[in-house]
């Protein structure tokens, strides 16, 4: 199926973009990333092409999506050759993550998968190796999918998004950047800069797991994250997330109240994992049933939280050896 017809534009500065989506700003302007969504949803008319005279026999299958994207793109603006956009950096108790870093990055990255380990998880086991080559971490955040492998785990960790405009910049939560499949809170002249994390000073774990029906190139039917903190063997901080359970990626604080001032052990992480499962509200579809997607949440959720005490655990014999 061929693209619809549109500008493509290259700017190789944030001030640039920025200048080009203010002059632009009453135009239909899409950002691009890795493009390995955007160019897809165009060929799949989830992006309507309304100047095509067969668009009426795509109708039924078109999937939901923002309401700003019904109409394709007059113009396709590139952040690839932004240099200010990639990397990983450490900063005092930070790590900070361009938007335009690839999956591989994250995957690669050796501070990734000692500090901030389940967004490790979730980027190995994002598509295939030509997806995660291609596919960026900002792209798979506004994306703003339900089960979208990095932001499962992001919403676990605490991520904070960092969002830039000609007015200036705005961090947010990313607990409150998806508003639903495909819709965020981010403006049409925004651009996501980068992805913050604080670290804590105590010992720590966080795991990501995905269930999915084939190994590889699968959508999740299920997914779990968690991050929790330990102080002197107490649970002092706990968040529990879930993927493809909610419109959104979901945030379960029941769950995580229930470890705080507590050890991790066998008996309380069962608890959390079965208070996850009556928060998840999942659909049945081809993936999956909503019965079967419920009982998996509460598998996943014990086994996530097991692997974080693991690691936790593992963390503070490292740090003792050293």
């Not at 994250?106 to 967004?119: A, F, P, Q, W, Y």
Request: aromatic letters at 4%; hydrophobic letters at 40%.
């Amino acid at each position: 199926m061929r693209l619809p017809k549109f500008d493509y534009l290259s700017p190789t500065s944030l001030t640039e973009a920025l200048e080009i989506m203010g002059g632009y700003k009453n135009r239909r302007l899409k950002l691009l990333g890795g493009g390995t969504d955007l160019l897809v949803d165009l060929r799949d008319k989830v992006i309507l092409d309304v100047h095509n005279p067969h668009n009426q026999e795509h109708r039924c299958h078109i999937k939901p999506v923002q309401s700003a994207f019904n109409e394709p793109p007059e113009y396709l603006l590139s952040l690839s050759r932004i240099a200010d956009l990639r990397g990983i950096r450490s900063e005092g108790n930070k790590i900070i993550i361009g938007a335009m870093t690839t999956i591989t990055d994250l995957e690669r990255s050796d501070i990734v998968k000692k500090k901030l380990s389940g967004l490790h998880d979730g980027a190995w086991q994002l598509g295939s190796p030509l997806v995660r080559n291609r596919g960026t971490y900002g792209g798979n955040l506004c994306n703003a999918r339900p089960a979208a492998d990095t932001a499962i785990p992001t919403m676990a960790l605490g991520g904070k998004l960092v969002l830039i405009s000609k007015r200036g910049e705005r961090t947010v939560e990313h607990d409150d950047f998806v508003l639903g499949p495909g819709n965020t809170i981010i403006m049409p002249d925004e651009i996501l800069k980068e992805i913050i994390f604080d670290l804590p000073d105590v010992q720590y774990g966080s795991a990501y797991i995905k269930l999915a029906n084939r190994k590889a190139l699968e959508i999740s039917v299920v997914g779990a994250a968690a991050s929790v903190i330990i102080k002197d063997g107490i649970v002092i901080s706990a968040r529990i997330t879930l993927g493809a359970v909610a419109p959104k990626p979901l945030l379960v604080p029941e769950a995580g109240q229930l470890l705080l001032d507590r050890e991790l052990t066998d008996d309380n992480i069962e608890k959390a994992a079965k208070t996850a499962s009556k928060k998840a509200k999942p659909i049945t579809d081809h993936r999956g049933g909503a019965t079967y997607r419920t009982s998996m949440v509460e598998v996943l959720t014990k086994r996530a939280l097991m692997i974080c005490r693991a690691r936790a655990l593992n963390a503070e014999r490292m740090e003792a050896s050293s």
